[in-house]
Structures are given as C-alpha cells and as structure tokens.
C-alpha cells in the first residue's frame, strides 16, 4: 500500500482550513496510509534573520526525512502539475518501487534551501502566492484527485 507523510511547518489555524484538511484527510484515506506531522514554527521576532529562522525550522524537518521515500517539497521555484501529470508521476514513482511519498510545505517564510535541495521533486501548485496553510488544503484536495484518476473513480470528472 501506498503511504504518504505530510509534513507541515505552523500549525492550521484557521478553524475552516482545518476542517477543510480533515475532509480530504479522510477521503485519501481510502487509497493510502496517511500521517500528518506539524513541526514547530520558529518565532519571527526583531533580532532573528529569515536565514536563521529557516535553518531552525529545517533541522526540525529533517529529523523527520526518510531516504527511502520520494520527497516533494512545495516550491514557488518549483515545476507546475496539472492532476493528470500528477497522477502520472504518482504512477511513474510508484513503477520505479517507491510506496512512500513525503510532502513538506513549509512556514511564512518557506523552506530552508537545505530541504529544498534533498527533495526529489519541487512542486509548486500556482505562479500565486498562498497562505502556507491554504497550500495545505490545496495540496491534499489535487492529492485525493490524483489518486481518484489513478483508482478511476468519477470524483476527477
């Protein structure tokens, strides 16, 4: 069975968005083993520079990192999917022997370019800008779609 692990940096705040996560959350669910870990937020404060606040958050994530699984990190810089190629790079993935699969989307501030670097794949759902916890909603609905085309459900028509 496939297995996926997301890796969120902050956690969900906003009441809607989490139930938003939890609906999707459930509905993967019948395709994969899923586990959600959220990983401390550095505080921002006056005295702490971005690169100092990334490096933090990226150590916290790293402990987390599996060489085994196929690593996505969701990336402003990153290369844009429609669900059919998502699907197909599931597929492709799946073909080449891996079962698991890692999603990290980080903080306010992004990723450290550390994590960014150790993904195999760098993802990014827009050329917008998103509040890091709506990618979060975003990313898991395009995940449940991807795995309806690949199951053949009717969900992506």
Request: with cysteine.
């Amino acid at each position: 069975m496939v297995r996926l692990k997301f890796i969120f940096v902050g956690k969900t705040k906003e009441f809607w968005m989490a139930e938003g996560i939890e609906h999707y959350q459930k509905m993967l669910s019948k395709f994969t083993e899923l586990e959600f870990l959220t990983i401390k937020d550095e505080k921002i404060t006056q005295h702490s520079s971005e690169g100092m606040v990334l490096e933090k958050e990226g150590e916290r994530v790293l402990k987390y990192l599996d060489k085994k699984s196929f690593c996505f990190v969701l990336d402003y810089k990153g290369k844009m999917l429609s669900t059919q190629e998502l699907a197909e790079l599931f597929k492709e993935k799946m073909n080449q022997g891996y079962n698991d699969f890692i999603f990290i989307t980080g903080g306010t501030l992004g990723l450290s370019q550390k994590i960014v670097n150790s993904a195999g794949f760098r993802l990014s759902l827009s050329k917008m800008t998103f509040p890091h916890q709506l990618v979060r909603l975003i990313l898991l609905e395009q995940i449940y779609r991807a795995f309806s085309i690949i199951e053949r459900r009717k969900y992506h028509k």
